[in-house]
């Protein structure tokens, strides 16, 4: 029987220091991920839709006004 | 008729023995969970199919020269498997939700206390008689608490080899029934206001982020917890490959070729550990009964930290998500976003559950570290 108190003090300990383990790493890990956040600009690699957005339209202009062009000669060439 | 005498002492039905019958009747059980319950199939099948195999006499599977025994012995006892296993889930993890939204680590932490709760209830069995476990076997059951397979099998394979079998089918069953385990005790801890709380959007998270995220975690581990670097190494491998986004055909294979010829192994060696002599023991009830004990205090203990959380922060919280800190990722967020779906319907919490489970995952990584140096040594 001492030696089940002896083994059960000793799970106690390694309940108390196993948590206190993993809390202060996953804490410093929050620490760590926070800096992060402040030094990599949050979103110096996202804005990319808004770079898309001014060229996109170009060449969709550019297709409608090559297609009403093409119709326009079609027709005159027709009438001729 | 010598002859035939000789081949009817070689055929099945003269050797078979009680405790061999019942194993591979337990491996059709697993076979059965697969199959029609679709129970994690990917392992429980390749495990089923191994007890089988495992329990047939005079094949020798499980002898030196057996199939079962080199894959045992390579993959399994010099923990590659599981690692290998890591590395692929490191690949599949989008850490994303958690670097923009830190805090969350803290329940992947809380939710640990399963597992440790666990290793002092193990201890505490050997008060009954037929129980004798010792601390590095107690530790390799509590770790089923992490709800992580692979770590849970490396940690078995390096404390506790003899009850592998047991603590890898425990793990893999009560990881299938997160669903069944765990609304009950969110919805006993939680008021219906609380689990009403809708949260505030995350903010968008940049690749740079994501790319330094795994070498500081690697980098922190290798300062503080050197025994966790196996597996938080091989996890962080994964991740950088997903998210560098320079070797996406690397990432690609961990990510499945990998991860799933890795996965056949490791379930048939763990099935070839389902032998009579090993399995059909008290101490495999006590295993069972010890891993629904320890899912149950994890989501316990990771709903409170929530609760704590959500009253400190002023009720920007919502502590459903806490049970989600015992990883078993995804599923266990799938749980909280159904949980939260029943008192709100325009409540989705899947994306804030999200940075607890994989909070998870590396808290039961941790833990494992912590285990292996503190009872491995």
Redesign the interface.
């Known amino acids: 029987m001492m030696d ?1 108190t002896e ?2 003090l ?3 300990t ?2 108390g ?3 206190i ?3 202060s ?6 620490v ?3 800096g ?2 402040k ?8 804005p990319e839709p808004s770079q898309a957005l001014p060229t996109s339209p170009q060449p969709a202009n550019n297709a409608t006004v090559v297609a009403a062009i093409t119709a326009a000669v079609q027709q005159y060439r027709k009438a001729q | 008729m010598e002859g035939l005498i000789k081949l009817w002492s070689e055929t099945g039905l003269a050797n078979f023995e009680f405790g061999q019958l019942v194993m591979m009747a337990v491996g059709l059980l697993l076979l059965y969970l697969a199959i029609v319950r679709k129970f994690e199939p990917l392992l429980l099948l390749p495990i089923g199919f191994g007890a089988v195999l495992a329990n047939i006499p005079n094949a020798g599977f499980n002898d030196e020269g057996g199939l079962l025994y080199y894959i045992y012995h390579v993959g399994i006892e010099t923990g590659v498997f599981p690692l290998l296993i890591f590395m692929g889930v490191g690949a599949l993890t989008d850490f994303g939700a ?2 923009a939204n ?2 969350m ?2 329940l ?2 809380a939710a ?2 399963g ?3 666990t ?2 209830g ?3 069995l ?2 009954i008689p037929g129980f004798d476990f010792s ?1 590095a076997d ?2 390799a059951i509590a770790i089923i608490g992490g709800a992580d397979g692979p770590t849970a099998i490396f940690l078995a394979s390096k404390l506790a080899p003899d009850l592998l079998g047991a603590i890898a089918v425990a793990a893999y069953s009560y990881m299938a029934l997160v669903p069944i385990i765990q609304p009950p005790i969110m919805k006993a801890l939680t008021t219906k206001e609380e689990r009403e709380i809708q949260m505030e959007q995350l ?7 994501k790319i ?2 795994p070498i ?2 690697l980098g ?1 581990t290798i300062l ?2 050197p025994a966790a670097t196996p597996l938080v190494g091989m996890f962080c491998l994964g991740n950088l490959m997903r998210e560098s986004g320079v070797v996406d055909r690397l990432s690609k294979t961990a990510q499945n070729e990998l991860i799933n010829i890795v996965t056949i192994f490791l379930g048939l060696a763990v099935g070839s550990k389902l032998s009579a002599d090993k399995f059909l023991t008290v101490e495999t009830l006590g295993i069972l009964g010890l891993g629904a004990v320890a899912f149950g205090i994890g989501t316990a203990s990771g709903v409170l930290m929530a609760k704590l959380m959500s009253r400190l922060s002023g009720g920007k919280i919502n502590p459903l998500i806490g049970a989600a800190g015992v990883s078993a990722v995804p599923m266990a967020a799938r749980v909280v976003n159904k949980v939260g779906l029943e008192s709100n319907p325009h409540n989705f919490l899947l994306m804030h559950a999200m940075g607890p489970n994989v ?1 998870g995952v ?2 039961s990584a ?2 494992a570290g ?2 292996l140096s ?2 491995g040594g």
């Open positions: 089940m083994v059960l000793e799970a106690a390694l309940m220091v196993g948590m383990a993993v809390f790493f996953l804490s410093l890990l929050i760590a991920v926070m992060l956040a030094l990599a600009p949050p979103l110096a690699d996202i | 958690l670097i830190p805090r680590l803290l992947g932490a640990q206390f597992i440790f709760a290793l002092f193990a201890i505490l050997n008060a601390l107690a530790s903010r968008p998270v940049s690749m740079r982020e330094i995220f500081a975690v922190l503080f917890l909070a590396l808290g941790v833990a912590v285990l503190l009872v």
